[in-house]
């Protein structure tokens, strides 16, 4: 068949055999190196169907600012119970979802768990890191986002838990000091000293 094809005639403006078939081969080595360069359209779907879950490592620095926010909202004490603790003192069931559950005491308050979240900011929280329940590892875990996202995550790493970066935190939870002292929402709050004094022993028996 080849032969025969090569003895036949050109006729003007037809390309030989020869260079139609490079040009096919070529053609296709081109396509191959497009496909590398650039993911498929496909493949950028699956990709962007599937994110990755960010997660936060407890570093004893971590591990002990965790231990000192649950000391400053009343929940250290209760050991694990401490994640199923509502505002007041009263304790919930399932650790499936946050449990909502509003109490009136001095103050009305629908806040839970061992770092005492508000359902909004839970909510918030577990859509930005894909938590799918109120387990421990996830309050620990939306804990440090609310850190991360008052930005002062990196500083308590690099210097631990300063007079400055509580203040910051005292937006977050109403029992820090803020720059004066007292609580940026009108409620009890632990002293510098206490939480300081706290954080560097907590922090010492981490490591050793």
Not at 8 to 15: D, E, H, I, M, S
Not at 153 to 169: H, P
Request: glycine share 10%.
């Amino acid at each position: 068949m080849c032969r025969l094809l090569h003895s036949l005639p050109l006729r003007r403006g037809q390309a030989s055999p020869s260079t139609t078939a490079a040009a096919t081969a070529l053609g296709l080595l081109l396509l191959a190196v497009s496909s590398l360069a650039s993911p498929s359209q496909g493949s950028q779907r699956r990709s962007g169907a599937e994110p990755e879950q960010r997660v936060y490592a407890i570093t004893p620095e971590r591990q002990a600012l965790l231990n000192t926010i649950r000391f400053a909202e009343g929940t250290w004490k209760q050991g694990g119970e401490g994640y199923r603790t509502l505002y007041g003192g009263g304790r919930f069931g399932s650790l499936a979802r946050h449990p909502e559950i509003v109490v009136t005491k001095r103050y009305r308050s629908a806040a839970a768990g061992a770092y005492q979240f508000l359902p909004n900011t839970w909510r918030e929280a577990a859509e930005k890191l894909e938590l799918r329940s109120f387990d421990p590892r996830s309050q620990d875990q939306a804990a440090l986002y609310l850190v991360d996202r008052r930005g002062v995550l990196e500083q308590i790493d690099r210097l631990g838990l300063t007079r400055e970066v509580m203040a910051v935190l005292a937006r977050e939870w109403a029992s820090f000091p803020s720059v004066s002292g007292g609580s940026a929402y009108g409620q009890p709050v632990k002293t510098p000293e206490e939480l300081a004094r706290f954080y560097r022993d907590n922090l010492e028996s981490l490591r050793g």
